[in-house]
């Protein structure tokens, strides 16, 4: 009988390869997973300064010590209760509450912008770990492919030698009938 040459250890190799999918879909996956972190409003508040209260007391301990050296000075005067000295006050505070709010709005932007900056590291990681998954599957492919292609080498070679031992069985049988011819 006519004989054909079996699918060589190659290419059995790369079809049960081919038949794996998801090659690269846990990299995929962690990229998708980084992206959507990262596409979130960012929570700012892990980045604030833990210290932040401690500046807060500090002008507000000057701008007290400030307040009784007022009251002492217009009580030396003579003028404590006066309406100099409710202006003088209010000033005071008004100086005290804008330090504090300019010292509380330094801290939120150091802090926005740490928050933004973990944002833009994830966006970038996101795409890179997706652009790797992406890699892995076309690294697979031209494994599975470079392995149908050697193992199809591999069977032609073989289906030659099938080849070449049904020739010779012909010959064999038939050179009874040449030798009488």
Known sequence: GIQVAPLSPLEQAGITQAGQTGVGAGTVTSGIGSLQTGM?????????????SYVTDEINRQAAIGQNRLS?????????????EGVQRAEMERAR??????????????????????RQQQL????????????????????????????????????????????????????????VE
């Open 40 to 52: 979130q409003d960012p929570n700012i508040s892990g980045f604030f300064n833990p210290y932040q």
């Open 72 to 84: 002492a000075e217009a009580i030396g005067a003579g003028a404590f209760g006066g309406g100099r």
């Open 97 to 118: 509450l804008a330090q504090v709010g300019q010292a509380q709005a330094q801290g939120f932007q150091t802090a926005l912008g740490a928050a933004q900056t973990q």
């Open 124 to 179: 970038a990681g996101g795409q890179a770990l997706g652009q790797l998954g992406a890699q892995q599957q076309a690294m697979s492919l031209a494994d599975i492919n470079a392995q149908i292609q050697a193992g199809g080498l591999q069977r032609g070679v073989g289906q030659q030698a099938l080849e070449a031992q049904r020739q010779t069985e012909l010959q064999r049988a038939y050179e009874p009938y040449q030798r």
